[in-house]
């Protein structure tokens, strides 16, 4: 038997239906799982705009501070009389509180006077700022985030270039505008816990944030210098942060808003589930109340005509669905009322076949007592006319066919007293043969006995009448041959022998007589040929064993795979 001959198992009607009813309501939760992954984008889009509208509101706060530093300076310059280190510097910074330091710086670069003390003196030639304020086309400039000298802090430079009376350089005005005051500018006070506000300048460093330093330049790469971008990104310490960047008008800098990234199930995606919960509600309703109706109403009534189904295949033919009838719906009752009106109709033709059954044994019956009682007659009739024989010869062939017809008579005889006609049981058979065959041998008379060692199996009639002549013969030979001068008293011995092994079932004949030459055919032809069409009747072959002291045994040997079980018929109904 291969794998696809083997039955495989189905899913019960209930899970199938479960299925099918879950499948057809899934529009409700398609609609549902849209709607709640819109509000989750809505919720997420809102937190993008609202981190971004933090960002434009601080980003506008430090550019009016940025945006100051131009009029202070063109103010201070109204006021140039040639002297500008004779300015009153530090009554102009004590007026800018958000402003570090403010300095002259001559044209070769070097600052002659400023607010902060140890700067005058310093040389600037090599900052960005002073080279654009001198060979640049615009007269100021705002530097980026650079780390004072003097001041030892970032700050932002403010410069505006200084000319004298013929338009040429002559040096230029310095502010300085520390990057912590910058930072001040954008902090909110109504920001959500873990919510920061920083600075970061164009080549990626963070100002005033507990969570980054430096940005590299694939995260610098993200942010459009015009209008700003928002990402994701981890921190220092691999917490996984949104930044929502707006760039500072017309600055190196940049605004940035940053706040954790919301777990996958964040309050906000669960308050969004609210939108969801009521499809699923709605979709686990309709599928519990579906399937408890197809339960009520179906599947608990086919479990029900199912049992009642078992039951007359059991034989109780006069249970009837009473419970379908009077609960179930039309459609149950219906199949209920069929499955009674079935069993009904099993039920006579069962009991009209019995009885014909029971008819036919007992003409059966009739027919092997007849048939044995004709035989005995034939029997005798053989008798009586070999009384009036003189011939040896004759005389032995008529004994021989007595003999014959006696054996067939004790087959018939064992048929008609067993009750089952269409089989017997090989113990109390061949048992039961054995001693009609001593008897009709005389063997208690002449001196040896015929025993039966029998495994027990029920065998058909038509193999057990080919065994029992096969029997009959193979007894009646020996007791002719091997014991015709036995003396009366000894202990010869005839024995029936039925095995039954895996491989094959054997029926043997032996003997412990007198021995005799040649084989069974030379003792009787006729014998030798009933033996050998026996032995086909019933699947078997005959065989011959001959001992070195000339006993002899033979036997039937049916193989497993010729044997032919008796099958009680499937007609008949045992209750």
């Not at 102009?92 to 958000?98: K, N, R």
């Not at 005033?208 to 310490?237: C, H, I, R, Y």
């Not at 589930?273 to 009534?301: E, I, K, S």
């Given at each position: 038997?291969?794998?696809?001959?083997?039955?495989?198992?189905?899913?019960?009607?209930?899970?199938?239906?479960?299925?099918?009813?879950?499948?057809?309501?899934?529009?409700?939760l398609v609609?549902?799982?849209?709607?709640?992954?819109?509000?989750?984008?809505?919720?997420?889009?809102y937190?993008?705009?609202?981190?971004?509208?933090?960002?434009?509101?601080?980003?506008?706060?430090?550019?009016?501070?940025?945006?100051?530093?131009?009029?202070?300076?063109?103010?201070?310059?109204?006021?140039?009389?040639?002297?500008?280190?004779?300015?009153?510097?530090?009554?102009?910074?004590?007026?800018?509180?958000?402003?570090?330091?403010?300095?002259?710086?001559?044209?070769?670069?070097?600052?002659?006077?400023?607010?902060?003390?140890?700067a005058?003196?310093?040389?600037?030639?090599?900052?960005e700022?002073?080279?654009?304020?001198?060979?640049?086309?615009?007269p100021?400039?705002?530097?980026?985030?650079?780390?004072?000298?003097?001041?030892?802090?970032?700050?932002?430079?403010?410069?505006?270039?200084?000319?004298?009376?013929?338009?040429?350089?002559?040096?230029?005005?310095?502010?300085?505008?520390?990057?912590?005051a910058?930072?001040?500018?954008?902090?909110?006070?109504?920001?959500?816990r873990?919510?920061?506000?920083s600075?970061?300048?164009?080549?990626?460093?963070?100002?005033?944030?507990?969570?980054?330093?430096?940005?590299?330049?694939?995260?610098?790469?993200?942010?459009?210098?015009?209008n700003?971008?928002?990402?994701?990104?981890?921190?220092?310490?691999?917490?996984?942060?949104?930044?929502?960047?707006?760039?500072?008008?017309?600055?190196?800098?940049?605004?940035?808003?940053?706040?954790?990234?919301?777990?996958?199930?964040?309050?906000?995606?669960?308050a969004?589930?609210?939108?969801?919960?009521?499809?699923?509600?709605?979709?686990?309703?309709?599928?519990?109340?579906?399937?408890?109706?197809?339960?009520?109403?179906?599947?608990?009534?086919?479990?029900?005509?199912?049992?009642?189904?078992?039951?007359?295949?059991?034989?109780k033919?006069?249970?009837?669905?009473?419970?379908?009838?009077?609960?179930?719906?039309?459609?149950?009752?219906?199949?209920?009322?069929?499955?009674?009106?079935?069993?009904?109709?099993?039920?006579?033709?069962?009991?009209?076949?019995?009885?014909?059954?029971?008819?036919?044994?007992?003409?059966?019956?009739?027919?092997?007592?007849?048939?044995?009682?004709?035989?005995?007659?034939i029997n005798?009739?053989?008798?009586?006319?070999?009384?009036?024989?003189?011939?040896?010869?004759?005389?032995?062939?008529?004994?021989?066919?007595?003999?014959?017809?006696?054996?067939?008579?004790?087959?018939?005889?064992?048929?008609?007293?067993?009750?089952?006609?269409?089989?017997?049981?090989?113990?109390?058979?061949?048992?039961?043969?054995?001693?009609?065959?001593?008897?009709?041998?005389?063997?208690?008379?002449?001196?040896?006995?015929?025993?039966?060692?029998?495994d027990?199996?029920?065998?058909?009639?038509?193999?057990?009448?080919?065994?029992?002549l096969?029997?009959?013969?193979?007894?009646?030979?020996?007791?002719?041959?091997?014991?015709?001068?036995?003396?009366?008293?000894?202990?010869?011995?005839i024995?029936?022998?039925?095995?039954?092994?895996?491989?094959?079932?054997?029926?043997?004949?032996?003997?412990?007589?007198?021995?005799?030459?040649?084989?069974?055919?030379?003792?009787?032809?006729?014998?030798?040929?009933?033996?050998?069409?026996?032995?086909?009747?019933?699947?078997?072959?005959?065989?011959?064993?001959?001992?070195?002291?000339?006993?002899?045994?033979?036997?039937?040997?049916?193989?497993?795979?010729?044997?032919?079980?008796?099958?009680?018929?499937?007609?008949?109904?045992h209750?």
């Amino acid at each position: 038997m291969t794998t696809e001959d083997l039955p495989r198992r189905r899913l019960s009607l209930r899970v199938l239906l479960l299925l099918i009813f879950a499948a057809a309501l899934s529009p409700v939760l398609v609609i549902g799982g849209i709607r709640w992954s819109g509000d989750v984008e809505r919720d997420a889009q809102y937190r993008r705009e609202t981190m971004t509208l933090v960002a434009r509101v601080a980003a506008s706060r430090a550019e009016s501070l940025l945006g100051s530093a131009p009029s202070i300076l063109n103010l201070i310059g109204t006021g140039d009389t040639g002297q500008p280190c004779d300015l009153p510097l530090k009554q102009i910074l004590v007026a800018l509180p958000d402003f570090a330091n403010f300095g002259v710086v001559g044209a070769d670069g070097i600052v002659k006077c400023s607010t902060q003390e140890g700067a005058p003196g310093t040389d600037v030639n090599a900052r960005e700022w002073f080279k654009t304020v001198r060979d640049g086309p615009k007269p100021f400039v705002l530097s980026g985030a650079v780390f004072g000298q003097v001041t030892h802090q970032w700050v932002v430079a403010s410069a505006l270039r200084r000319e004298t009376a013929t338009g040429a350089f002559d040096g230029a005005y310095a502010l300085g505008l520390p990057v912590n005051a910058l930072v001040s500018q954008l902090e909110h006070s109504d920001l959500p816990r873990n919510y920061e506000v920083s600075l970061v300048d164009a080549s990626g460093r963070v100002f005033a944030s507990s969570f980054w330093e430096m940005f590299d330049g694939a995260t610098m790469a993200k942010v459009d210098p015009e209008n700003g971008g928002f990402v994701q990104l981890n921190s220092n310490q691999g917490e996984s942060r949104q930044a929502a960047v707006i760039p500072l008008a017309g600055h190196e800098f940049y605004a940035m808003v940053s706040a954790p990234t919301p777990p996958p199930i964040a309050l906000e995606n669960v308050a969004a589930f609210g939108n969801f919960a009521l499809p699923l509600m709605a979709w686990l309703l309709a599928l519990v109340t579906a399937w408890l109706a197809m339960d009520r109403l179906v599947l608990r009534w086919l479990d029900y005509l199912r049992r009642i189904a078992g039951l007359y295949a059991s034989g109780k033919l006069s249970v009837q669905p009473l419970r379908a009838r009077r609960q179930a719906p039309g459609e149950i009752n219906e199949l209920a009322d069929t499955l009674e009106e079935m069993a009904v109709r099993i039920r006579d033709r069962t009991g009209r076949m019995e009885t014909a059954l029971a008819t036919r044994d007992a003409a059966m019956k009739e027919i092997h007592h007849r048939v044995k009682n004709n035989l005995q007659i034939i029997n005798s009739l053989l008798s009586l006319q070999g009384r009036k024989l003189n011939d040896p010869a004759a005389i032995s062939v008529l004994d021989d066919a007595r003999a014959r017809i006696n054996a067939l008579s004790l087959i018939h005889s064992s048929l008609y007293e067993n009750n089952n006609i269409r089989a017997v049981e090989s113990k109390s058979f061949f048992t039961q043969l054995a001693g009609n065959l001593a008897n009709a041998v005389g063997a208690e008379d002449r001196g040896f006995r015929i025993t039966a060692s029998i495994d027990d199996e029920t065998i058909d009639a038509d193999i057990a009448v080919p065994l029992a002549l096969f029997t009959a013969e193979a007894v009646t030979n020996a007791a002719k041959h091997a014991f015709a001068d036995f003396t009366p008293g000894s202990s010869g011995l005839i024995e029936i022998i039925y095995k039954i092994d895996p491989d094959a079932t054997v029926l043997t004949i032996r003997d412990n007589g007198a021995p005799y030459a040649g084989a069974v055919g030379a003792a009787s032809s006729v014998g030798a040929t009933l033996m050998a069409a026996f032995a086909k009747q019933a699947r078997g072959k005959m065989e011959e064993d001959v001992a070195p002291t000339g006993r002899r045994s033979v036997r039937i040997r049916i193989l497993a795979a010729d044997r032919v079980p008796y099958v009680e018929s499937d007609v008949i109904v045992h209750y």
